[in-house]
């Protein structure tokens, strides 16, 4: 039981409400966790960006990343696991498709070589 509506029940508000909120706290708490993997993924390019501009520290990706690697090998919250396979799915399909040129799709090949080199193994 979700939290706000375990305290509406111990407070004694029944209501028609209480049911609704935990169907959509049910549905939507998968939606959420992958919005908030997506989130953590491409915080990457935007801490790369940082050290370029100045604005951040040389020791910043190397601590996210550590935090990410943690994120990937949880066997609680699969999440982040699932959006990085979503996205390689993604860039494949788009790698192989005709219209995509040769360069770039070798790019999109090495970037995914790249990445899947440093994920960590999940037990």
Known sequence: MAAPTKILRETGHTSSIIPK?????AHQTQNALGII???????????VSLIFSGKGSLLLPFAYYRFLSLRYASRRNPST???????????QNVAMSSSCPRPISS???????F?????????
Not at 81 to 91: D, E, T
Not at 115 to 123: D, E, G, K, T
């Open 21 to 25: 909120l935990e169907q959509f706290t």
């Open 107 to 113: 790019l999109i090949y090495r970037a995914i070589d």
């Open 81 to 91: 696991r699932q959006a990085f396979a979503q996205m390689r799915g993604s860039l």
């Open 115 to 123: 990445i899947s080199a440093r994920a960590p193994p999940v037990m």
């Open 37 to 47: 993997a997506c989130s953590e993924i491409f915080l990457v390019p935007l801490l």
